[in-house]
């Protein structure tokens, strides 16, 4: 199966399946005469005698520097080399593969004058499992993600480093053995790769999917906390939430009503809603995890226009016959929408938090035993893992601070203000991995307590999550070693087996 994308069309949806599953990618046929018609033009650009940025000059302080024309192809290979300056671990393999595509939607377009050979190429190496490797720091976000493109440029070329079929070899050596051959690239080619936002945006894709997973899982999660310390669901009525008007709230609190529908634990203590009043992480769950959502929908919304964005330069803008520089590259947008991702999965983790605090406490968690554990005394129960979870909740809080307002002038001051996109979109990975845990955390805490109310039962649907969630990890009677249980339920809620046991994306769409 290959994923045909129209460039300026590609939806969240599309670009998630290409990340989660590896599925190829390539540009529709209906891309190519678009393609052709400004790879004509950058030719007799570069043939001629007017001076055009990247074509035939140098570039950033030396654009005022003309380059011969039998010169341009060692132009284009030396910007890529020189430019080449990533550090640190390698992107991961399914984020590599997603840039790659972002930059075959941008350049599809046909205003970046890259030649269809070596858009070919870039196809036929996702096609064949060769990926390049990006060194994940370099980029400050400003024109372009010049250093992670370099990289994958060179690999375009022949340099560098590229995995096959998951194994890390030179590029040349990759692409042999894949049964392709480098490109040599024309006037303009190479200044068209690596200009662009693909690096920040995939990364900060990444972070928008995986994030709105978990928030997904938190609407899961926070509704087994509430039957497991028999919280009141009179704060779910829809007139509360109409009454205030955000989406996202009201789509919360119809999830949850639906999730719960049915807990004979909620029946058991109707009646005390009137006397009783829960802490704010029950009662506020959906404006606190629907304020996230809707911040989580606007950056995503955000992100799908910057994937379907030209952002290199100059552009070819063929309608009017010229060759323009702009600052498209500027990858703002994209900073600001990690920042907000940030944000939300800062809250959601914050929340929840509070949520596993409730039910480990034996003063608010309506006569659980203390950590939620038979024996306490003898046993600590789940003690420590509310420390983890409150360890992790406090790193993302720092993690969350902004990183769009980090300016710092480079290349001699022509970049005088940058993004620092990459930076705001890279951490979204660690906070992510940190809320699995505190979900996943949550979640055998709900789990244990709701098994305390036995014979009572929660509902149908939580009843599906209490399933799964034993099946891969046993109540806790005696004290175990437990790591390996906090890492298999991180990895319920990571692989998306907590929200779909509920069907929460349904829900919050109003789907059945």
Same mark, same amino acid.
């Given at each position: 199966?290959?994923?045909?994308?129209?460039?300026?069309?590609?939806?969240? %949806?599309?670009? $998630?399946?290409?990340?989660?599953?590896?599925?190829?990618?390539?540009?529709?046929?209906?891309?190519?005469?678009?393609?052709?018609?400004?790879?004509?033009?950058?030719?007799?650009?570069?043939?001629?005698?007017?001076?055009? /940025?990247?074509?035939?000059?140098?570039?950033?302080?030396?654009?005022?520097?003309?380059?011969?024309?039998?010169?341009?192809?060692?132009?284009?290979?030396?910007?890529?080399? *020189?430019?080449?300056?990533? +550090?640190?671990?390698?992107?991961?393999?399914?984020?590599?593969?997603?840039?790659?595509?972002?930059?075959?939607?941008?350049?599809? #377009?046909?205003?970046?004058?890259?030649?269809?050979?070596?858009?070919?190429?870039?196809?036929?190496?996702?096609?064949?499992?060769?990926?390049? +490797?990006?060194?994940?720091?370099?980029?400050?976000?400003?024109?372009?993600?010049?250093?992670?493109?370099?990289?994958?440029?060179?690999?375009?070329?022949? %340099?560098?480093?590229?995995?096959?079929?998951?194994?890390?070899?030179?590029?040349?050596?990759?692409?042999?053995?894949?049964?392709?051959?480098? +490109?040599?690239?024309?006037?303009?080619?190479?200044?068209?790769?690596? @200009?662009?936002?693909?690096?920040?945006?995939?990364?900060?894709?990444?972070? /928008?999917?995986?994030?709105?997973?978990?928030?997904?899982?938190?609407?899961?999660?926070?509704?087994? *906390?509430?039957?497991?310390?028999?919280?009141?669901?009179?704060?779910? $009525?829809?007139?509360?939430?109409?009454?205030?008007?955000?989406?996202?709230?009201?789509?919360?609190?119809?999830? !949850?009503?639906?999730?719960?529908?049915?807990?004979?634990?909620?029946?058991?203590? #109707?009646?005390?809603?009137?006397?009783?009043?829960?802490? /704010?992480?029950?009662?506020?769950?959906?404006?606190?995890?629907?304020?996230?959502?809707?911040?989580?929908?606007?950056?995503?919304?955000?992100?799908?226009?910057?994937? @379907?964005? +030209?952002?290199?330069?100059?552009?070819?803008?063929?309608?009017?016959?010229?060759?323009?520089?702009?600052?498209?590259?500027?990858?703002?947008?994209?900073?600001?929408?990690?920042?907000?991702?940030?944000?939300?999965?800062?809250?959601?983790?914050?929340?929840?938090?509070?949520?596993?605090?409730?039910?480990?406490?034996?003063?608010?968690?309506?006569?659980?035993?203390?950590?939620?554990?038979?024996?306490?005394?003898?046993?600590?129960?789940?003690?420590?893992?509310?420390?983890?979870? %409150?360890?992790? !909740?406090?790193?993302?809080?720092?993690?969350? &601070?902004?990183?769009?307002?980090?300016?710092?002038?480079?290349?001699?001051?022509?970049?005088?203000?940058?993004?620092?996109?990459?930076?705001?979109?890279?951490?979204?990975?660690?906070?992510?991995? &940190?809320?699995?845990?505190?979900?996943?955390?949550?979640?055998?805490?709900?789990?244990?307590?709701?098994?305390?109310?036995?014979?009572?039962?929660?509902?149908?649907?939580?009843?599906?999550?209490?399933?799964?969630?034993?099946?891969?990890?046993?109540?806790?009677?005696?004290?175990? /070693? !437990?790591?390996?249980?906090?890492?298999?339920?991180?990895?319920?809620?990571?692989?998306?087996?907590?929200?779909?046991?509920?069907?929460?994306?349904?829900?919050?769409?109003?789907?059945?």
């Amino acid at each position: 199966m290959t994923i045909i994308l129209t460039p300026g069309a590609a939806s969240l %949806a599309q670009l $998630e399946t290409i990340w989660r599953t590896g599925t190829p990618a390539r540009l529709t046929d209906a891309a190519r005469p678009a393609i052709d018609a400004a790879t004509d033009m950058v030719a007799r650009a570069a043939a001629g005698d007017v001076a055009v /940025y990247g074509v035939n000059t140098g570039f950033g302080k030396l654009a005022s520097v003309r380059i011969a024309p039998g010169d341009t192809a060692q132009l284009q290979r030396n910007l890529i080399l *020189s430019h080449s300056c990533g +550090v640190g671990e390698a992107l991961d393999i399914p984020t590599t593969r997603l840039m790659m595509v972002l930059k075959l939607l941008s350049v599809g #377009r046909g205003a970046s004058g890259l030649a269809w050979d070596t858009i070919a190429l870039l196809q036929d190496l996702l096609a064949l499992d060769v990926t390049p +490797v990006i060194p994940a720091q370099g980029s400050v976000g400003a024109s372009g993600d010049l250093a992670p493109l370099a990289h994958m440029a060179a690999t375009l070329i022949g %340099a560098g480093e590229a995995y096959f079929n998951g194994e890390r070899m030179p590029s040349d050596a990759a692409l042999a053995r894949a049964g392709l051959s480098p +490109v040599t690239l024309g006037p303009k080619e190479g200044l068209g790769l690596i @200009n662009g936002t693909q690096f920040s945006t995939a990364c900060a894709l990444a972070g /928008y999917f995986d994030a709105m997973r978990n928030a997904q899982s938190a609407v899961a999660t926070s509704c087994l *906390s509430t039957d497991a310390i028999m919280g009141s669901t009179a704060p779910l $009525e829809p007139a509360i939430h109409e009454l205030r008007g955000h989406k996202g709230q009201i789509d919360v609190a119809r999830a !949850m009503r639906s999730i719960m529908h049915g807990s004979d634990i909620r029946e058991s203590h #109707r009646d005390a809603d009137a006397r009783v009043q829960d802490p /704010y992480c029950i009662r506020c769950q959906p404006q606190v995890t629907g304020a996230a959502l809707d911040l989580l929908r606007f950056a995503g919304r955000t992100l799908e226009i910057e994937a @379907n964005a +030209v952002s290199d330069n100059p552009l070819v803008l063929v309608d009017e016959g010229k060759i323009v520089s702009g600052g498209n590259f500027h990858a703002e947008p994209v900073a600001f929408a990690a920042d907000q991702i940030a944000l939300a999965v800062a809250e959601i983790g914050a929340i929840a938090q509070r949520r596993v605090a409730l039910m480990v406490d034996p003063t608010l968690s309506h006569d659980l035993p203390p950590f939620l554990t038979p024996e306490p005394g003898l046993n600590s129960g789940l003690m420590i893992a509310e420390v983890t979870s %409150a360890a992790l !909740m406090s790193e993302n809080k720092h993690l969350a &601070n902004p990183c769009s307002t980090d300016s710092t002038p480079t290349s001699a001051n022509q970049e005088d203000h940058v993004s620092m996109a990459a930076h705001g979109a890279r951490r979204l990975v660690r906070m992510n991995a &940190n809320l699995n845990v505190i979900l996943g955390v949550e979640l055998l805490c709900a789990a244990q307590g709701v098994e305390f109310r036995a014979p009572l039962a929660t509902s149908p649907v939580l009843q599906r999550l209490m399933q799964i969630t034993r099946d891969s990890v046993p109540a806790l009677g005696a004290d175990r /070693y !437990m790591a390996d249980d906090l890492s298999r339920a991180a990895t319920l809620v990571s692989n998306g087996h907590v929200a779909a046991a509920c069907a929460v994306a349904n829900l919050l769409e109003g789907t059945p």
